[in-house]
């Protein structure tokens, strides 16, 4: 199982960016998927999920301008970021559990200039 995640880069105060995550060796649309952010010095955060029921759920910090979601024709989660704000910089994650297992895509870096 392999973890693919994309879409980071450098975005103004109050933009936008999409990040995607893509699976391999495993039928994404079945599995529960969170995207987690590691900010520098800063302990790894679960920023939002969603399940393979399409049930979301948010951190407080992203709520209302962060949206999770999946495309099951195509396996992708998505996490479209609005109104950025210099805190949210970090490498970003995406995370599924396989059999008991957690896996783990490499981090994209969102970088928000102020």
């Known amino acids: 199982v392999q973890l693919q995640a994309s879409g980071g880069g450098l975005v103004q105060y109050g933009g936008s960016l999409k990040l995607s995550c893509a699976a391999s060796?495993?039928?994404?649309?079945?599995?529960?998927v969170a995207w987690y952010r590691q900010a520098p010095g800063r302990q790894r955060e679960v920023v939002a999920s969603i399940t393979s029921t399409l049930s979301t759920n948010y951190a407080d910090s992203v709520r209302g301008r962060f949206q999770i979601s999946r495309d099951n024709d195509v396996d992708m989660v998505y996490l479209q970021m609005t109104n950025l704000k210099p805190e949210d910089t970090a490498d970003y994650y995406c995370r599924t559990i396989h059999q008991g297992q957690v896996f783990w895509g490499q981090g994209t870096l969102v970088t928000v200039s102020s």
């Open positions: 060796g495993i039928m994404f649309r079945h599995y529960d």
